[in-house]
């Protein structure tokens, strides 16, 4: 590696590549997002009506995250130049001149290859086909494709987000059946509220880096009805979710709790306007964005008690 | 007594070798514990006992 190599962000400063820090190149793996990757792929793991070897089941979650924070270093090999720009990303390795983006391509794509063929040894060519195909659509579908040119980025994006469950599930199972597609759905319709929230109190963040997120294109009022709409639905899908597989008394009681508290934040929020939001400094929004978070965990807890409850025969409705 | 100051560039690239080292320990341990998990299992069986089954 060289030691004065140019950093090629058009927005970054000149890197002192080649010697970044051991933290540098974790942070490249976003371990924010990596710690929803690796407990939702968990509970897909455990909750399979499979027995998986311990030591077969730690490999399998540490390869999904890592290609979870492959996807993640090739997320900001691609978007430098927006994350120089944007506040709530500024700090990241590469804006922040510790790695240039040449560094950031060369180790998002050896961990993703790396990730991918050590989970196919370790479990089945299953799951190692949807953890690539994860990242492909993460990088290449959302971070490439769609999020420069749809305010439909996040809806189509939430997708990538979505997968960890059902790669956890086939991990175990070798196939994916309709409890992993539901844990899938659960996390896709999560996805729009969540960003949205993010995006109504981050308002200059996406406006100046030009990124057409539905707050900048349809406008705020558009934005806070879009969030109404998906949580309402998501609401159904989550509560609906009680009578399945998946479900059970335990998740019942949590989903219809959180999902009463996630409509009452998308209702205020609804309700609301730009004039109310500014003067609480957008106090419903961000209870809102940190409820989504709760929200989220609860879920997939629930999940994991119904099917750690199934052992003891209490599990589900049965 | 070291003969010269340690610049904070060989404090960095000790931390960066550092960690990488105990990630690839962690690797080498993992690799073990899976192929222990691997052979030890009902359903293992070797090439030729495979063929044999076939």
């Not at chain 1, 799951?127 to 996040?154: C, E, M, S």
């Not at chain 1, 209702?267 to 409820?291: S, T």
């Amino acid at each position: 590696m060289s030691d004065a190599s140019v950093n090629t962000a058009s927005q970054a400063p000149a890197a002192q590549t080649g010697d970044a820090g051991f933290g540098d190149f974790f942070a490249l793996l976003k371990p924010r997002v990596m710690t929803l990757v690796v407990f939702t792929a968990l509970v897909g793991l455990l909750a399979a009506p499979v027995a998986v070897h311990p030591v077969v089941g730690l490999a399998a979650i540490l390869f999904i995250a890592v290609g979870g924070g492959a996807a993640g270093a090739l997320n900001m090999w691609w978007e430098a130049d927006i994350d120089a720009v944007m506040k709530r990303t500024a700090k990241r390795p590469i804006p922040a001149g510790k790695l240039s983006r040449d560094e950031a391509f060369g180790f998002g794509m050896t961990l993703a290859v790396f990730s991918v063929v050590m989970l196919w040894l370790a479990t089945n060519a299953l799951a190692a086909g949807i953890l690539a195909f994860t990242i492909f659509f993460y990088v290449v579908i959302y971070t490439i494709g769609l999020k420069r040119w749809t305010p439909q980025n996040i809806v189509i994006g939430g997708a990538a987000g979505a997968f960890p469950p059902m790669i956890g599930w086939a991990a175990a199972t070798g196939t994916v059946s309709i409890e992993s597609v539901l844990m899938f759905a659960l996390i896709f319709m999560w996805t729009p509220p969540h960003f949205w929230a993010l995006a109504l109190f981050m308002r200059g963040d996406y406006d100046t880096a030009g990124v057409p997120m539905l707050t900048v294109t349809h406008g705020r009022k558009s934005t806070r009805l879009h969030i109404l709409v998906y949580t309402v639905l998501l609401a159904i899908m989550a509560t609906g979710a009680a009578f399945t597989g998946i479900g059970g008394p335990v998740y019942l009681g949590v989903a219809l709790v959180f999902n009463a508290l996630f409509l009452r934040d998308a209702v205020a929020i609804w309700r609301r306007d730009e004039d109310q939001a500014e003067a609480d400094n957008y106090r419903v929004e961000k209870r809102a964005f940190r409820l989504s978070l709760w929200y989220l965990f609860a879920h997939f807890t629930a999940i994991l008690a119904e099917a750690a409850l199934s052992g003891f025969g209490l599990g589900g409705w049965a | 007594m070291s003969f010269r100051e340690e610049h904070e560039l060989h404090k960095r690239r000790f931390g960066r070798n550092l960690g990488l080292g105990l990630v690839l320990a962690g690797f080498v341990a993992l690799i073990f514990g899976l192929t222990v998990a691997k052979v030890t299992d009902d359903d293992f069986m070797v090439p030729t006992q495979q063929q044999e089954g076939k």
